[in-house]
């Protein structure tokens, strides 16, 4: 503990936010999976991809029973995971950071289908065993050839908050600092800008009553309770302020720490970093995903906008503003988007690793 003459280091915004935020409950785990994974691989000179995926929670209490989520189902990064393991030649092997329960690499082309699972069966001719009904066979079979192919090259983890997400991420990408410029992140997760710090949280269920005058969700607070009209706090946070503030949930989030700038600088300099942006208004696009490659300094932002995201992309460089869409035609054939993604993103990976190899 400091004393009064003993030196003080002040902490880094980093520090602080690490040392403020609860771990997750399985990182131990998970790092000692992630660390004999690396090590096969860099034995094997393969290159490592870590693709991110779905959607961080925000927790509003510490007994988590209400959170806020986003809209990610993690189409993004599980279809371009399966693009990075199927490339032969390229070789990649590739740790999947996914929001618990989001799709998966394979299983995503039946996992999360309207019909369950069970209408692709039907009973053998014995009556004894399952088959796949005939026509799913055929696909079934080659998929699950390809995830077969895949084998120990895919190291599956979960997370579910976005501190989950933010250690996990710091632990993972310090790891992959040994594979040099083999390393690549690919960041397509839809992480949160705000969340509920942990000394803000209250750690049971919020109420919406107060349970000392009210045992009730439905009726209004007690009359003794309730202060009178004229006396109660109408705080105007919009034009319509007829429930008084004590009725109302007001959520205030701080900003999550832009945790990419210590991704870049220290946690894992050499491997090649992209991020993805995504916007809303096509006008903002080009612009945030420039100032988020001059603000971190890192390789590539892929850019979408959520109506046209599994139609198009953009490729922003500090060299270049490049469009990568679907063809009409490809488009008409449900040809997956990340099937151009992918190999645009492994030859760029090639470069910086030749150009890294070049300074070496
Ligand atoms: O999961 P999904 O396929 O529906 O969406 C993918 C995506 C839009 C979340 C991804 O392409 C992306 O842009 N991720 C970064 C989002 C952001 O933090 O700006």
Known sequence: MATPSSPTVALSDEDRWFNTNPPPKHLDGHMALVNAFLEKHAKANRRVVLVTSGGTTVPLEKQTVRFIDNFSAGTRGATSAEYFLDNTAADYAVIFLHRQFSLQPYSRHYSHATHSFLDLLTVGENGQDVRARDSDAVNMLSLLRRYQAAGDRLLSLPFV???????????ISRAMH????????????AVSDFFLPPDRMSEHKIQSTDINTDKSDDKPLGAAAEPEEDEETYDNFDSNPKVPRSKRLVIDLDPVPKFLKFLVDEWSPQSMMISFKLETDPDLLIGKAQGALERYQHHLVIGNILETRKQEVVFVTPAEVDWVRLSSTEAAANVEIESLIVPKVISLHQKHIETHNKKA
């Open 161 to 171: 908050t976005v501190t989950d997400y933010i250690f996990e991420l710091r632990a």
């Open 178 to 189: 040994r594979l040099g410029p083999n390393g690549l992140l690919y960041l397509a997760a």
